[in-house]
């Protein structure tokens, strides 16, 4: 058994990692820093393929598809991403369209590559990291919260298809509320919400996809959240979703 993890330099990447090896899985690790990967194998205890590679080019995820194409992958784990803080006339476009890349077009990629193979072999799980941010516009998070909608809503147009198609691959989306992660430095945000751990979020996340359950919510209070998100008129939904962001820039 074999799995390939995005972001797996630290965070829920290298959580999924350690895991997935205690699992028996034999790991396929790739993120832009080949340290922190080459000091995680080191806790792993099956056999650790590293690539080091920025997957936010298109260019660099079809290099990642050539390396790995020929083995014999069970799970793909589409976690490498990040989120920016701040109005959207004064963040960086470049640190945006960065963000576009990695959260959006490498999941799209790398989804789609995957997909094909393990729809030849009818096996395999492909697990997209999305977030509770993908049920509701995000103000001071814009980009952000944009991009995990587009995760969740291409996952669950394509779980929908392999259903049709009485397909045995699955494909999920995991939407976590706040993790205690490196996200949240990256981000520059504090969340003022108690955050669930890594570990929690990535073992519950993974019984759910072995239980073939197309989103994964890994917390009561986060699904009261979203329910209520969906029943909440727009105009209400976009102030309080204001009032949560400006509490994390604080």
């Given at each position: 058994?074999?799995?390939?993890?995005?972001?797996?330099?630290?965070?829920?990447?290298?959580?999924?990692?350690?895991?997935?090896?205690?699992?028996?899985?034999?790991?396929?690790?790739?993120?832009?820093?080949?340290?922190?990967?080459?000091?995680?194998?080191?806790?792993?205890?099956?056999n650790v393929k590293i690539i080091e590679?920025?997957?936010?080019?298109?260019?660099?995820?079809?290099?990642?598809?050539?390396?790995?194409?020929?083995?014999?992958?069970?799970?793909?784990?589409?976690?490498?991403?990040?989120?920016?803080?701040?109005?959207?006339?004064?963040?960086?476009?470049?640190?945006?369209?960065?963000?576009?890349?990695?959260?959006?077009?490498?999941?799209?990629?790398?989804?789609?590559?995957?997909?094909?193979?393990?729809?030849?072999?009818?096996?395999?799980?492909?697990?997209?990291?999305?977030?509770?941010?993908?049920?509701?516009?995000?103000?001071?998070?814009?980009?952000?919260?944009?991009?995990?909608a587009y995760v969740l809503h291409l996952?669950?147009?394509?779980?929908?298809?392999?259903?049709?198609?009485?397909?045995?691959?699955?494909?999920?989306?995991?939407?976590?509320?706040?993790?205690?992660?490196?996200?949240?430095?990256?981000?520059?945000?504090?969340?003022?919400?108690?955050?669930?751990?890594?570990?929690?979020?990535?073992?519950?996340?993974?019984?759910?996809?072995?239980?073939?359950?197309?989103?994964?919510?890994?917390?009561?209070?986060?699904?009261?959240?979203?329910?209520?998100?969906?029943?909440?008129?727009?105009?209400?939904?976009?102030?309080?979703?204001?009032?949560?962001?400006?509490?994390?820039?604080?």
């Open positions: 058994m074999k799995a390939l993890i995005t972001g797996a330099s630290s965070g829920l990447g290298a959580t999924f990692a350690k895991i997935l090896s205690d699992k028996g899985y034999d790991l396929i690790l790739v993120a832009r820093r080949k340290k922190k990967m080459e000091t995680l194998a080191k806790q792993l205890k099956t590679l920025d997957i936010s080019s298109t260019y660099n995820c079809m290099l990642l598809y050539e390396k790995v194409k020929k083995e014999k992958i069970d799970i793909l784990i589409n976690n490498a991403g990040f989120g920016l803080f701040g109005k959207f006339d004064e963040t960086k476009l470049d640190t945006e369209l960065d963000m576009v890349d990695l959260n959006i077009k490498a999941v799209h990629i790398l989804t789609k590559l995957f997909l094909k193979d393990f729809k030849k072999y009818d096996h395999g799980y492909i697990l997209n990291v999305a977030s509770a941010a993908a049920f509701l516009p995000g103000p001071l998070m814009s980009t952000y919260y944009a991009t995990k996952t669950l147009a394509i779980n929908e298809e392999l259903q049709k198609d009485n397909s045995n691959v699955y494909v999920g989306a995991l939407c976590p509320g706040p993790v205690d992660t490196e996200f949240n430095k990256v981000a520059k945000v504090k969340f003022n919400l108690p955050s669930l751990t890594s570990n929690f979020v990535c073992k519950y996340a993974i019984k759910q996809m072995l239980n073939n359950k197309p989103i994964i919510i890994p917390s009561v209070k986060t699904k009261m959240g979203i329910y209520l998100a969906k029943i909440l008129p727009m105009k209400l939904k976009l102030k309080v979703s204001y009032k949560i962001q400006e509490k994390k820039g604080d």
